[in-house]
């Protein structure tokens, strides 16, 4: 029905999160009906990001600079590293501007199904930035996931000597979440979590 061109515009959009081939058709209409407003300046912008972006030595971050501006700024505390599974995990909690430590992105959760071990995650790295006592508090910010939990005990365990105090993110209830919509596991980790008031 379409030219090639056109099919592989949709295939490569149906490849986004959050776009199915349908969506992806309608993306690439609308981008194709608005050419000089949308899609040539968003082809610029691609063409520009993949060139300047960076992945961060130090923290695996995505930036325009190596080390990225987060492990560039000098107000971040160092001895604070927060362990993420992914840059976006990164990003969602930079939104926040409620942590002033440095992170660590491991690319990845361990999975015996998806064939994903150790050796395919960035914990050599992490365990070298633990040594000697330079962290003070490493934060394990994994989703509550059983791959998520099942890599947060593994990276606990390897860190286990550094003298670095090993915490997570707490699990639970929601802000304006209602008990009577949460699902049992949800539930049971708020129990299990409660402090004082």
Request: proline fraction near 4%; hydrophobic fraction near 40%.
């Amino acid at each position: 029905m379409n030219g090639p061109e056109i099919d592989t515009l949709v295939r490569l959009l149906s490849k986004l999160p959050g776009l199915g081939p349908r969506s992806a058709r309608r993306a690439a209409l609308q981008l194709l009906k608005k050419k000089e407003a949308t899609l040539l300046p968003l082809i610029d912008a691609l063409s520009a990001a993949a060139e300047a972006i960076k992945t961060c030595q130090t923290c695996g971050n995505l930036d325009t600079r190596d080390p990225c501006s987060v492990c560039a700024d000098d107000k971040r505390d160092r001895q604070l590293v927060c362990v993420v599974e992914d840059v976006a995990d990164l990003w969602a909690i930079e939104r926040t501007a409620g942590f002033k430590g440095v992170y660590h992105v491991l690319g990845g959760t361990l999975s015996a199904l998806d064939g994903r071990g150790p050796q395919d995650l960035n914990l050599a790295t992490l365990v070298e930035r633990c040594a000697g006592g330079r962290v003070r508090e490493v934060v394990l910010a994994l989703n509550a996931t059983v791959e998520g939990q099942t890599t947060a005990h593994y990276v606990a365990d390897r860190l286990s000597s550094s003298g670095a105090e090993i915490t997570r993110l707490a699990h639970g209830v929601p802000v304006g979440g209602e008990l009577d919509y949460l699902d049992d596991g949800t539930l049971v980790a708020a129990l299990r979590a409660r402090r004082a008031v």
